[in-house]
């Protein structure tokens, strides 16, 4: 007769979307790695929505989880929404804080830099930039980034070329719509970096209905390196954000404060330039 094994503890995972493919890797890896710890997971999605993103912690610290990990869409943490001594690991992005929280992520300022470079080595000087959603409103390191790689190469940056999803339609939908605009419009084109591989396919049918083609009139390179980047058809330049180490060094910091032991704040986790055809 099967015995019935005791309940596990729970952890809460917080994510902006689950279709997302890099955000869905994130939970994906992080629920694996914490049940091998001996912990069940709530994975919540947010849905791109700052209010709901607060609903959700605050349920998860309501329910009596042992800590958190959230990738955040919030410009700060309000003051009371969680209880000081709840674990708590920020993932990809950290809200502002009275209290010390550790986070992993990437260094998106320096992917975007070494993106935006590598697009200007290929000739480009006209690059459109989709630097992804976020629930609140705050400046994106990938603007950042993005902004001072152009001012290094001596290129003038145009707010015009930095396009802005609403977060209100699928990804692709909202880029397809966006960059179908903007070149409708008569604003020169020849090189794009787009949020997520999902993006970038909205860019490409957005490109393809203006009479455009990557790479041969527009250059591409994504966010994510999803398998569907390397499938595609010109296959996409892509960085790779390593979700799988990104979770899994989390869920070390989350666990080793609910262990006691201190943490390092900030701990980054290594991107790849992924070069493929859509930038030849």
Known sequence: MTSIQPPRP???IVIPTTDNAFFSNLAVHAERCLYEAGYASLICSSANSAEREKQYLQSLASVGVRGILCVSGLSSLPEGLLPDDLPLVWMDRHPVSSRTVP?????DRAAMMEATEYLIGQGCRNILLMPGYLAETRTSPRVIGYGEALEKHGISLDPAYILNRAGKKPSETETEELVRGVVRNGLPVDGMITSSDRAAFGAITALHKVGLYVPEDVKLISFDNSPYSAMASPAITALDRNPRELAETAC???LK?????SVPEQT???VQLCKRDSTR
């Open 10 to 12: 729970l952890i809460g």
């Open 103 to 107: 986070c992993v992520a990437n260094d």
């Open 252 to 254: 070390g910091c989350l």
């Open 257 to 261: 404060q609910i262990r006691g032991e």
């Open 268 to 270: 980054t986790i290594p």
